[in-house]
């Protein structure tokens, strides 16, 4: 590891805890999901977040990875994208306030802005919801193009991208885990079908279940793949199968 390397494993060796004691806990908490979920993939990366995130073993189950990147559309391609994205210092998009402030700001140079605030003339005029005008209003600015687009709120905000997408909006990555018991599950399914329909790499959730933490932690984890990459830890450009064939060997 190089001298810069090093350094940037010495700022970054925790993106969440900043304490001896709180790594401790989170390592300890991160090698109990282990026992559960698998650890060959990029996606089971993913997924060990999700079930940290939500205290719930069998919410692994509930991920879904669609879409594509250079090298084809097997379940890692969301996160490699999502990854390369960080490295490349995209714009990280987020749907509210609490989205935004559950990312970390520590192991990227991403910009990290909110689409709530913005649009509100549109809102008032239409009667659409603030965070699906809010979207409509960014992308118009062509902020959601090459951006990780991050939603775990608002439904309607899934569904103003989706129709970006098929506008011709092209996000580097999406995660949508936008909760509740109305519209929730049909946003993120909409988000799946232009996903695959557009070749844009999505990691989504099914069910009612989702929410602002569980976005910003999987967005934190796509964060945590590209430290890895960069202080040469982790190699990006292997297909799901090939890396775990690795791990096998």
Do not use: W
């Not at 650890?39 to 594509?68: C, N, P, W, Y």
């Not at 192991?107 to 409509?136: D, F, P, Q, Y």
């Not at 600015?141 to 309607?156: F, K, L």
Request: glycine share 8%.
């Amino acid at each position: 590891m190089t001298d810069g390397q090093q350094e940037f494993e010495k700022e970054y060796a925790d993106l969440g805890a900043t304490t001896q004691n709180a790594m401790d806990i989170a390592e300890t908490s991160m090698d109990i999901v282990r026992q559960f979920v698998p650890d060959k993939t990029l996606a089971d990366r993913v997924r060990q977040k999700s079930v940290h995130s939500m205290g719930d073993i069998e919410f692994q189950h509930l991920i879904e990875f669609t879409g594509s990147d250079d090298l084809g559309d097997d379940e890692d391609a969301p996160v490699r994208a999502g990854a390369q994205a960080v490295l490349e210092e995209a714009t990280i998009v987020t749907d509210i306030t609490m989205s935004k402030a559950g990312i970390t700001g520590r192991g990227h140079n991403c910009e990290k802005r909110k689409a709530i605030g913005n649009g509100a003339e549109l809102a008032k005029e239409t009667g659409m919801t603030r965070t699906a005008a809010s979207v409509l209003e960014l992308d118009k600015q062509g902020v959601y193009d090459g951006a990780i687009a991050t939603i775990g709120n608002a439904p309607t905000a899934a569904f103003a991208l989706a129709d970006c997408i098929e506008n011709g909006t092209r996000p580097a990555a999406i995660v949508a885990t936008p909760v509740g018991f109305v519209k929730a599950e049909e946003s993120r399914q909409r988000i799946r079908e232009v996903s695959e329909e557009y070749d844009v790499p999505a990691i989504t959730n099914v069910g009612r279940r989702g929410g602002s933490g569980l976005a910003a932690a999987l967005t934190n984890e796509l964060i945590h793949v590209a430290k890895d990459v960069r202080t040469d830890d982790l190699e990006l450009n292997l297909t799901a199968a090939q890396r775990a064939s690795q791990e096998d060997e």
